[in-house]
């Protein structure tokens, strides 16, 4: 009987071993590794918003309610790995640009507005030389160096690691990184979030490495993060956003491959407005969706 008990005992054991999940080499992630040279991707970045606004100006009250679709496609390619860092990359745009309809009792109709944006049907190149960006775009078969406008929508920090801003080094499960209103100046553009150019950035990102287990097939660090960020314009309107997202790393890529993240943005303002008094009131929804798909070529 103990013989039968110990050998049942055993047998539940190794089922147990077997229908547990698959365990990682690790529970720790190297977020300096580089991509490998020569690494491909296809990125799709979605944003979605939508955004009422309540204003009033000599005693009269205007609703208005905006729903704004932005996308950017392109190949993201490695084209140099040097000493474990990423000195040239390539990015082929395919679409980068938003859709505006704007709804309100004072029009007849919605109104729609489709802008592209200066990346749009672009290849651009970026170099890294003892850490300074160089920025150029094809021309034919030349090479020129990016205009502002273009530039402009790029940082250095971004065309590193796009999708999400990643830390300086390893990271334990359960251990987490930040990013301080300069950090984030230097990873996005104010462009990005309504700002324009000159426009002030405060705010603060949290992430945390939070599991590494198997998503559609790979081996991915899971990633939880909030964002909160106000934009100032001059003497117009701050605009204030907090999100929160996921986002999963390859481990085998060293690249993030997706991030998902919602949230609110909002704004408030008083004052004159070319002499006129104003009072106006903004909320909106936010929904991102961004995935990075690793390229084989056949």
Known sequence: ????????????????VALAPAAFAGDSIDFTKA??????????????AVINVSAEANGQTFEMKTKVTGKEAYTHKILEVKDGQT?????????????????????????????????????IRASW??????????????????????ASKLTSKALHSP?????????????????????????????????????EMNGEFKATLKSI?????????????TLKLTVESG???SMSFDLKGTAHYSTKHCFVIKTVADGKMTSEFEGEQQGVSVSQKVNGDMKLNTTATPVTDE
């Open 1 to 16: 009987m103990i013989r039968t008990l110990r050998t049942f005992s055993i047998a539940l054991a190794l089922l147990a």
């Open 35 to 48: 991509p490998a040279q020569g690494a491909k991707f296809k990125v799709t970045e979605v944003n979605n």
């Open 87 to 123: 000195v040239v990359i390539e990015r082929e745009y395919e679409d980068a640009g938003s859709k505006t309809v704007t709804e309100a009792a004072m029009l007849p109709e919605p109104q729609e507005k489709d802008d592209e944006s200066p990346l749009a049907w672009k290849v």
């Open 129 to 150: 030389n003892d850490g300074t960006l160089e920025l150029k775009v094809k021309d034919g078969e030349d090479w020129k160096a990016a205009e502002e406008k273009i």
């Open 163 to 199: 999708l999400l801003p990643l830390p300086a080094g390893p990271k334990e499960v359960g251990e987490s990184w930040e990013l301080d209103s300069d950090a984030l100046k230097e990873y996005f553009p104010s462009e990005q979030f309504g700002g324009a150019a000159g426009s």
């Open 213 to 225: 287990q198997e998503v559609d097939g790979l081996e991915c660090g899971v990633i939880e993060f």
């Open 235 to 237: 003497e117009g309107p």
